[in-house]
């Protein structure tokens, strides 16, 4: 019973797909322990993700209950939600008895950093929503620590939630790092099984959809992200994810105007941690590049650039604007180096792929936008092919930017914008750019 409590305690599940055996579920259910309700609502909304669209909750002929039922195609990735489908939740509160969790983290906060702490204690304690607006390498993540701690040890339940698998895998460890004996689960699509009441959650925003006034606090990473800033529905799985009164933080960037505007309670941070600037991005032209790789030859400059970085042995990223074009890429890049590899969105094996550049046993990544952000590399260099597509909005472009010069040791990265003709989307990253530069430096 202690087990199936601290699963679903602030979870909202399907009754069929629990991972605890059904004599026990039902039997739970019987004592009154668990709430049971429908998957979709009388009104055609889905109970779990909320969605009403007429496009997304769809009729069909169901051979479970033998009638037309609806089920909702939005959160359908996560198990079939359907009018004859039921979802349980966890009745009864969790108490959790105030202690004074372990705190391990030698590092020391710069001014700023510790100016942007204070300020975020101090909206927490008014239980006020607040935004960290820090560049790209200003050590967000650590200022976050002492907050999160005094948080933990007052008994709140914590969600850090972030739109990329990429970043919630990149949190995990250090978090774990930092606060050892603290419950502490990482949720992301296919993410293993792990025991335990978690009093700190790490997720992407999607997981939000099996939750239900869960958190205390939420702390919201990249909110500028896609496809958190284009799915409204994720910001509904926030809402719904908290306590009546909890507090939401949002860290980023590049926030959005609408963001910046909403939230009175902000903190700015223009300078990277270690005191440096920047890099700038360089503008280069890389005419006709895609007719070059449709005829299976890499671009003189981009060619040069790359042996460059091999022959000074400097990791190195090289951004892309499709699938299709890193696919093409791939082998034409291999016969320079058969180490350098190929990540995207649909690739399994990209953890791994990005643990091997950071532990130098490849010497670069082909990727597409999916490793824009929560990934730091330790000298990495940085190119982006096509700069000028439209894919690549400026705050994409700053964060894509953002991966390099992040080291202390290493802080001045160069940043290559290749491209086709400027795109006012480039002009716009570069200026923001030296905008945080003068900023910092004031």
């Given at each position: 019973?202690?087990?199936?409590?601290?699963?679903?305690?602030?979870?909202i599940w399907?009754?069929?797909?629990?991972?605890?055996?059904?004599?026990?579920v039902?039997?739970?259910?019987?004592?009154?322990f668990?709430?049971?309700?429908?998957?979709?609502?009388?009104?055609?909304?889905?109970?779990?993700?909320?969605?009403?669209?007429?496009?997304?909750?769809?009729?069909?002929?169901?051979?479970?209950?033998e009638?037309?039922?609806?089920?909702?195609?939005?959160?359908?990735?996560?198990?079939?939600?359907?009018?004859?489908?039921?979802?349980?939740?966890?009745?009864?509160?969790?108490a959790?008895?105030?202690?004074?969790?372990s705190?391990?983290?030698?590092?020391?906060?710069?001014?700023?950093?510790?100016?942007?702490?204070?300020?975020?204690?101090?909206?927490?304690?008014?239980?006020?929503?607040?935004?960290?607006?820090?560049?790209?390498?200003?050590?967000?993540?650590?200022?976050?620590?002492p907050?999160?701690?005094?948080?933990?040890?007052?008994?709140?339940?914590?969600?850090i939630?972030?739109?990329?698998?990429?970043?919630?895998?990149?949190?995990?460890?250090?978090?774990?790092?930092?606060?050892?004996?603290?419950?502490?689960?990482?949720?992301?699509?296919g993410?293993?099984?792990?025991?335990?009441?978690a009093q700190?959650?790490?997720?992407?925003t999607?997981?939000?959809?099996?939750?239900?006034?869960?958190?205390?606090?939420m702390?919201?990473?990249?909110?500028?992200?896609?496809?958190?800033?284009?799915d409204?529905?994720?910001?509904?799985?926030?809402?719904?994810?908290?306590?009546a009164?909890?507090?939401v933080?949002?860290?980023?960037?590049?926030?959005?105007?609408?963001?910046?505007?909403?939230?009175?309670?902000?903190?700015?941070?223009?300078?990277?941690?270690?005191?440096?600037?920047?890099?700038?991005?360089?503008?280069?032209?890389?005419?006709?590049y895609?007719?070059?790789?449709h005829s299976?030859?890499?671009p003189?400059?981009?060619d040069?650039?790359?042996?460059?970085r091999l022959?000074?042995?400097?990791?190195?990223?090289?951004?892309?604007?499709?699938?299709?074009?890193?696919?093409?890429?791939?082998?034409?890049?291999q016969?320079?180096?058969?180490?350098?590899?190929?990540?995207?969105?649909?690739?399994?094996?990209?953890?791994?792929?990005?643990?091997?550049?950071?532990?130098?046993?490849?010497?670069?990544?082909l990727?597409?936008?999916?490793?824009?952000?929560?990934?730091?590399?330790?000298?990495?260099?940085?190119?982006?092919?096509?700069?000028?597509?439209?894919?690549?909005?400026?705050?994409?472009?700053?964060?894509?930017?953002?991966?390099?010069?992040?080291?202390s040791?290493?802080?001045?990265?160069?940043?290559?914008?290749?491209?086709?003709?400027?795109?006012?989307?480039?002009?716009?990253a570069?200026?923001?750019?030296?905008?945080?530069?003068?900023?910092?430096f004031?």
């Open positions: 019973m202690k087990e199936l409590e601290d699963f679903l305690t602030g979870r399907l009754r069929d797909f629990t991972p605890f055996a059904p004599e026990s039902e039997q739970a259910i019987h004592d009154g668990i709430a049971v309700r429908p998957g979709i609502m009388e009104s055609l909304q889905c109970a779990r993700c909320l969605n009403r669209s007429k496009n997304n909750i769809v009729s069909f002929n169901c051979a479970k209950c009638g037309v039922c609806h089920y909702c195609r939005h959160c359908i990735r996560m198990g079939r939600v359907s009018s004859c489908t039921d979802l349980i939740t966890w009745k009864e509160p969790h959790i008895t105030p202690y004074s969790h705190f391990i983290w030698n590092g020391e906060l710069t001014d700023l950093q510790q100016q942007a702490s204070n300020e975020l204690k101090q909206s927490l304690r008014r239980n006020e929503p607040h935004l960290v607006y820090a560049v790209c390498g200003a050590g967000k993540t650590e200022l976050l620590f907050p999160l701690h005094g948080a933990l040890s007052e008994g709140k339940r914590i969600c939630a972030a739109p990329r698998t990429d970043v919630v895998l990149e949190l995990s460890p250090r978090l774990k790092a930092v606060f050892p004996d603290t419950i502490i689960h990482t949720l992301y699509g993410s293993p099984a792990e025991a335990g009441f700190l959650v790490l997720a992407t999607h997981q939000l959809y099996r939750f239900e006034q869960a958190f205390d606090l702390i919201v990473d990249e909110a500028d992200a896609f496809p958190y800033s284009y409204p529905a994720l910001a509904g799985a926030v809402k719904k994810s908290l306590k009164n909890a507090p933080v949002y860290v980023s960037a590049t926030p959005s105007k609408e963001l910046m505007g909403s939230i009175a309670n902000q903190s700015k941070i223009f300078r990277r941690f270690h005191g440096h600037p920047l890099p700038v991005p360089v503008f280069q032209s890389l005419w006709n895609r007719k070059s790789f299976n030859k890499i003189a400059k981009l040069e650039w790359v042996k460059q022959a000074k042995e400097q990791p190195f990223m090289l951004f892309f604007p499709t699938i299709e074009m890193i696919g093409m890429a791939e082998s034409l890049f016969s320079i180096d058969p180490r350098i590899r190929a990540v995207h969105s649909k690739d399994p094996d990209r953890k791994e792929k990005v643990m091997a550049l950071r532990n130098r046993e490849i010497p670069g990544i990727t597409s936008t999916i490793l824009e952000r929560g990934v730091t590399i330790e000298n990495v260099q940085v190119a982006i092919v096509g700069a000028d597509e439209a894919i690549f909005e400026a705050s994409a472009l700053i964060q894509m930017a953002g991966r390099s010069g992040r080291s040791a290493f802080p001045d990265g160069e940043v290559v914008f290749f491209h086709n003709g400027i795109s006012r989307q480039m002009d716009k570069r200026d923001l750019i030296k905008f945080y530069n003068r900023e910092g004031k």
